[in-house]
């Protein structure tokens, strides 16, 4: 069946915007592609390997699914956490699909699908680190924690920490580089990027809270107001999670631990 006509039917489904109100379903219509926003240093996520270019990770096989469900071609546009509102409201891409915590500073300028994933936050320190040995060491006077900017984990730590040192780096591998180097002790992150730096590194070593600390569900990312787009894409998630195509894919990728399958 022709693409423009697998998208036709896909839009029966979705309620029609008000008059004169232009879609991103148009768009799509018209160009006969998706554009998807993702940040690919996101390990199981949507990463891209460095020797071959190629892109893999539990989002990058939904952004697929849900070109294949639009009938039109996916285009990868590369963002990141700390351009991601910008990249998003400023017309870089139709949707952010890279497992995009939902936190209230970002649903003021975003809104998002039901949650695909839900992680809580892990951290990571150098397996020589004497100051780093459970999770109890990491709020103490004289540790310093790292984290990136514009990610979750920024906000999060600003309200948990009481006595450690909290710097904000510009980007992940800089917080990488500062606990790899000794300037920090320890870095926080989530289950995906997590399981990244105990496969290719040497020297990182993985810290879990003894209790849950802070969950965080994922999800996808869109301008706010279109409402017919946010439908169709809610009508995708849900489809895949009845399917047992986000099963197969948070399982191929190791991920289905932190999977939302409901």
């Given at each position: 069946?022709?693409?423009?006509?697998?998208?036709?039917?896909?839009?029966?489904?979705?309620?029609?915007?008000?008059?004169?109100?232009?879609?991103?379903?148009?768009?799509?219509?018209?160009?006969?592609?998706?554009?998807?926003?993702?940040?690919?240093?996101?390990?199981?996520?949507?990463?891209?390997?460095?020797?071959?270019?190629?892109?893999?990770?539990?989002?990058?096989?939904?952004?697929?699914?849900?070109?294949?469900?639009?009938?039109?071609?996916?285009?990868?546009?590369?963002?990141?956490?700390?351009?991601?509102?910008?990249?998003?409201?400023?017309?870089?891409?139709?949707?952010?699909?890279?497992?995009?915590?939902?936190?209230?500073?970002?649903?003021?300028?975003l809104r998002f699908t039901k949650p695909h994933l839900a992680?809580?936050?892990?951290?990571?320190?150098?397996?020589?680190?004497?100051?780093?040995?459970?999770?109890?060491?990491?709020?103490?006077?004289?540790?310093?924690?790292?984290?990136?900017?514009?990610?979750?984990?920024?906000?999060?730590?600003?309200?948990?920490l009481k006595a450690g040192t909290l710097r904000v780096l510009d980007t992940p591998h800089a917080r990488e580089q500062e606990v790899e180097s000794g300037r920090a002790d320890v870095f926080m992150t989530d289950f995906p990027y997590s399981q990244r730096m105990l496969k290719t590194t040497d020297w990182a070593r993985l810290v879990k809270p003894d209790a849950t600390y802070h969950i965080t569900p994922y999800a996808y990312a869109m301008r706010p107001g279109d409402d017919r787009w946010h439908a169709r894409v809610e009508q995708f998630v849900a489809g895949v999670k009845r399917n047992g195509e986000l099963k197969a894919a948070a399982e191929r990728h190791g991920l289905l631990t932190i999977a939302v399958l409901d």
């Open positions: 069946m022709p693409r423009l006509t697998l998208l036709a039917l896909s839009l029966l489904a979705i309620p029609l915007a008000a008059s004169g109100e232009e879609s991103v379903l148009d768009h799509i219509a018209a160009s006969q592609a998706v554009r998807v926003c993702i940040w690919p240093d996101y390990f199981g996520i949507s990463y891209r390997d460095p020797k071959t270019q190629q892109l893999s990770g539990i989002d990058i096989d939904m952004a697929r699914a849900l070109g294949r469900d639009l009938g039109a071609r996916v285009e990868f546009v590369d963002s990141s956490f700390a351009r991601l509102i910008a990249d998003v409201s400023e017309d870089r891409c139709d949707i952010a699909m890279f497992a995009i915590g939902i936190t209230p500073q970002r649903q003021e300028k992680s809580d936050i892990y951290a990571i320190t150098t397996k020589s680190s004497r100051r780093i040995r459970t999770w109890s060491d990491i709020d103490k006077a004289g540790t310093v924690v790292a984290v990136a900017k514009g990610t979750l984990h920024e906000p999060v730590m600003k309200g948990k």
